[in-house]
């Protein structure tokens, strides 16, 4: 299930999204030994413009943001190692330094989810 979401400015030059996206998905699954079916990867753009936010992602200004979805069932150990997991393979995939990279972990819980035409529960 888990989902790995990421907002951003959009990078510099021509980044080629969907290969992005998909190296982040395949190194995450490979490095936690998920079956890669189960694990999604969007990526989303802040509009440029406006305020401080600039029109292109500035790894000095500004932050992206990678929420990642996981079952409430993780130990808080295996939590950090995934989501310490998901903002690493973001920074390589990507080319953003960790240090301009927010994350957080969102817990889905049980009877809270909706998936494969049903909620599940575990």
């Known amino acids: 299930m888990p989902f790995i979401h990421i907002q951003s400015l959009p990078l510099r030059g021509e980044p080629v999204y969907p290969v992005i996206v998909r190296e982040i998905s395949a190194t995450f699954s490979e490095e936690l ?9 969007t990526w989303t753009h802040f509009r ?12 000095g200004a500004h932050q992206a ?5 996981i079952p409430d069932y993780n130990e808080p150990e ?8 998901a903002v690493a393979c ?11 990279i927010f994350g957080r972990a969102v817990l ?8 494969e ?3 599940v529960e575990w």
């Open 65 to 69: 943001l990678v929420n990642l979805i």
């Open 33 to 41: 030994d998920i079956d890669e079916r189960h694990v999604t990867v």
């Open 48 to 59: 440029p413009g406006g305020g401080t936010t600039g029109d292109w992602f500035d790894p």
């Open 117 to 119: 035409g049903e909620i």
């Open 90 to 100: 973001v920074s390589a995939a990507a080319r953003i330094p960790l240090a301009s």
């Open 78 to 85: 295996d939590i950090q190692t995934m989501l310490s997991c």
């Open 108 to 115: 889905a819980r049980s009877g809270q989810v909706f998936e």
